[in-house]
């Protein structure tokens, strides 16, 4: 099952600390808009996404049809075919994406100790 690119999304503080601190560990500004509260980091092929505001908990992201510089990729597994082959093995969605519907979706799924996951699908 190719998931595509993959992310940590960092629920922050205060996004301008964190900024200033993985900034310290090499990684730099990438994408996003602090004014806007958030900001995707790269150190190589690491990504980390920094989020104020926006969720609870830190989580995992994956990207189907992107490459870790987010790039599209072709061929790629449609987040659709994904959530269904999630679903058939007995996982349990928190939310789906729309089955009917072609182009970005997401869903999300929590692992057994309640770590968030979601792949999120851009193209």
């Known amino acids: 099952m190719d998931l595509g690119a993959f992310s940590i999304s960092l629920a922050v503080k205060d996004i301008n600390a964190s900024k200033e601190f993985y900034e310290k560990l090499g990684f730099k500004e990438f994408h996003g808009d602090t004014m806007q509260n958030w900001l995707i980091l790269k150190n190589g092929e690491h990504v980390i ?22 790039q599209n990729v072709e061929p790629f597994t ?46």
């Open 49 to 70: 996404g920094l989020f104020q505001g926006m969720f609870d908990k830190n989580m995992l992201t994956f990207n189907p049809g992107w490459d870790s510089n987010a």
């Open 78 to 123: 449609d987040v659709r075919v994904l959530q269904q082959k999630l679903k058939e093995q007995g996982v349990e969605l928190v939310s789906e994406a729309d089955e009917t519907a072609a182009g970005p979706a997401s869903f999300l799924v929590m692992d057994p100790d309640g770590n968030p996951i979601l792949f999120d699908q851009h193209v």
